[in-house]
């Protein structure tokens, strides 16, 4: 980034210390395209320089300091106007002086915690980044890097099955049973469904995954609703004492893990739909919401007492789990 006036510009430039060993991860922009980002979980160190290049070597720039933020933000689409900063860190670079030469100037930014996964959506966006900014008198010099977080969650083995029933009295009792309540990313929902009464003439069924995005509070509650998945089960009549299988493989679909009032602000909640179609067109459907969750590619030595701490937790409840990340986990333990 540039800025002219009084005969100096100066190109910003932030630089990460492992910028060529750090994993990036695509990350969905507001319009909808896809681009990368580099990638940092909770609780990582983020380090680097600002790099400052002058644009005319015989002329200074003055300046009232140089510095530094990191922060992490959530701004809802239906208003703009106000950024709510959930992490806000400054580092100062340099006092009000001038700049006579480019230079560069280190930062370090020590166990950051970084709560929440990144998200854009459709009313609300979640974002981290990084801004240098030069001060001056008229205008500020200012640039920002955004950077993606995932938080990666470890679930008990214990992970109960879904059992429902859809019924219509003397006309339909359909049973069915999915293998668990809680899914990674890459999992895959193994079920069944079977028909006890079918006195109704059903000729196509499916599921579907669906995404609730519900942003504000009170009376500025927004919901919106996104069919990431249609699985179809069958095409055609069933009969009684029929079982159809399921196997719905997530990994080919844009999910996030489940995240549940993020700092008051908005929550994203994921349900399995079955829904019946019979001849004259009417339909019949039953949901569930289920879990989701990101699953490490590294196991962290603590995982294991992690893991009996969630499963803790978890252990006797009948309602579905909040998608935690590593840190908070180890704060949880810390406390006990």
Not at 118 to 136: E, H, M, P
Not at 279 to 293: G, I, S
Request: net charge neutral; with cysteine; charged share 30%.
């Amino acid at each position: 980034m540039s800025f002219f006036g009084f005969g100096q510009s100066v190109e910003v430039e932030i630089l990460l210390n492992d910028a060529e060993s750090r994993k990036r991860a695509e990350h969905k922009t507001e319009d909808g395209k896809k681009e990368k980002y580099f990638l940092f979980y909770d609780g990582e160190t983020v380090s680097g320089k600002v790099s400052l290049a002058l644009k005319n070597p015989n002329k200074r720039l003055e300046h009232q300091g140089i510095k530094i933020e990191f922060i992490g933000q959530i701004e809802l689409y239906y208003d703009r106007g106000n950024h709510h900063e959930f992490v806000s860190l400054v580092k100062d670079l340099a006092r009000p002086g001038e700049i006579t030469q480019s230079q560069a100037f280190d930062f370090e930014f020590t166990h950051v915690e970084k709560p929440y996964e990144s998200y854009t959506g459709q009313n609300v966006k979640l974002r981290y980044f990084l801004r240098a900014t030069i001060s001056r008198r008229l205008n500020d010099v200012v640039k920002e890097m955004d950077i993606v977080v995932h938080t990666l969650s470890t679930y008990p083995e214990l992970n109960s099955s879904i059992k429902m029933e859809v019924g219509i009295e003397d006309c339909l009792h359909i049973e069915f049973e999915y293998n668990k309540s809680k899914y990674h990313l890459k999992d895959v929902i193994v079920g069944k469904i079977y028909f006890l009464l079918v006195r109704i003439k059903i000729k196509h069924m499916e599921i579907d995954i669906i995404k609730r995005e519900t942003t504000g509070t009170g009376p500025n509650v927004y919901h919106e609703n996104d069919t990431i998945a249609k699985y179809e089960i069958m095409d055609g009549a069933p009969v009684r004492g029929e079982s159809i299988p399921i196997r719905l493989f997530l990994a080919g679909y844009e999910l996030t893990p489940t995240m549940r009032d993020i700092n008051k602000k908005f929550s994203v909640r994921y349900y399995l739909n079955l829904v019946l179609i019979d001849e004259e067109e009417r339909r019949y459907f039953k949901q569930q919401e289920v879990v989701l969750w990101r699953k490490g590619d590294i196991v962290r030595k603590s995982m294991s007492h992690q893991a009996a701490i969630a499963s803790q937790r978890f252990e006797g409840t009948a309602s579905l789990g909040e998608v935690r990340t590593p840190s908070q986990l180890s704060d949880t333990n810390s406390r006990q």
